[in-house]
């Protein structure tokens, strides 16, 4: 059993299809179903049951995947370190991010850190919130900035606060509310509600919104990209609540923003794997985005 042999364990168990395993491996199909194959064989267990419709991984399999996840992770910090005293940083980071981080200036953030570390390799997943951290904890990627969502559902994690920003509401310019400069989120209690995914942080920040001002929002959509809301919002389909840095990145032509006389605060964390020391590499990118970033 090799390192590579791991990796293209961990890349089946992740796409559960050869073609796409094997791409994400730089390897030939065939060449990734015979390592496996040699490997379920010499470990004497079989990995994955394979069948004309699917690859599901077995118990022992599952087994694997998590032990191996944590050697690659050792070998990669290992990598790093050594790297450290030959005088340079270099290695892979892979950032999982929400949509919604001009606020943070992230693009800049990680722009500058890559001018400071040219030897490195920047990945960057964009996702959902807890489909980030879902990721994060089965170490598919090694940080990931979010919506801080309730942190006792997970306990494993470190969160570190990087910014802030308060969600809006944005109706059509044809609704009785257009022209308020705010609103009492109770006045809205008989209106159609255009609501983000329940896996999106900000669905469930909302929910709660609703529910302390005194009602259950009635949602008719849900809406995974910030341009689909707003379309259907300018249309008149209902009201969405979106953070204030869309309209600066948005056109707004033919919907308007109107305030909450109590803010809707999204709250933009860092967040990494408790109880694990990370690589040097990684580490030297939390100092860095915390120095930028302190609250």
Same mark, same amino acid.
């Not at 999204?266 to 020391?277: C, D, L, N, S």
């Given at each position: 059993?090799?390192? !590579? ?8 168990? &992740? =796409? @559960?299809? /050869? ?20 490997? $379920? &064989?010499?470990?004497?267990? &079989? ?11 077995? $118990? ?12 690659? =992770? ?15 940083? @270099? ?22 850190? !890559?001018?400071? !570390? ?6 960057? !997943? ?14 598919? #990627? ?31 310019? &044809? ?7 705010? %609103? ?17 942080? %900000? ?30 919002? @300018?249309?008149?389909?209902? %009201? ?5 840095? %869309? ?9 308007? @923003? ?17 109880? $694990?020391?990370?690589? =040097?590499?990684?580490?030297?990118? #939390?100092? /860095?985005? =915390? ?5």
């Amino acid at each position: 059993m090799d390192i !590579y042999q791991m990796k293209y364990v961990l890349a089946l168990a &992740k =796409h @559960r299809n /050869f073609t796409q395993a094997a791409e994400s491996c730089y390897i030939s199909q065939s060449s990734l179903s015979q390592q496996i194959s040699k490997l $379920e &064989k010499e470990l004497g267990v &079989k990995l994955f049951d394979r069948t004309t419709r699917a690859i599901r991984i077995t $118990e022992a399999g599952q087994t694997f995947v998590e032990m191996a996840s944590g050697i690659l =992770h050792d070998v990669d910090t290992l990598e790093q370190t050594m790297a450290t005293y030959a005088g340079f940083l @270099r290695g892979t980071i892979n950032i999982g991010a929400i949509t919604a981080l001009e606020r943070i200036g992230f693009s800049q953030l990680v722009t500058d850190f !890559y001018s400071r !570390y040219p030897n490195l390799t920047l990945n960057i !997943y964009q996702g959902k919130s807890l489909s980030l951290l879902d990721s994060l904890e089965k170490r598919n #990627i090694d940080i990931a900035f979010v919506t801080q969502p309730r942190e006792h559902n997970y306990p494993h994690m470190d969160f570190r606060l990087v910014g802030k920003d308060e969600y809006s509401l944005i109706v059509s310019d &044809k609704h009785p509310l257009a022209g308020r400069d705010e %609103v009492d989120l109770a006045e809205l209690k008989d209106e159609d509600f255009i609501l983000q995914h329940p896996d999106q942080s %900000v669905s469930g920040l909302c929910m709660q919104a609703c529910a302390e001002a005194g009602f259950t929002p009635r949602v008719i959509s849900r809406i995974e990209t910030v341009s689909i809301a707003m379309n259907l919002a @300018r249309q008149g389909l209902g %009201v969405v609540f979106l953070p204030s840095e %869309v309209p600066e990145q948005y056109p707004m032509n033919g919907l308007c @923003r109107i305030r909450l006389k109590k803010p809707i605060e999204k709250r933009i964390v860092m967040v990494t794997r408790a109880k $694990e020391t990370p690589s =040097h590499l990684v580490s030297a990118f #939390i100092e /860095f985005i =915390h120095s930028r970033t302190k609250q």
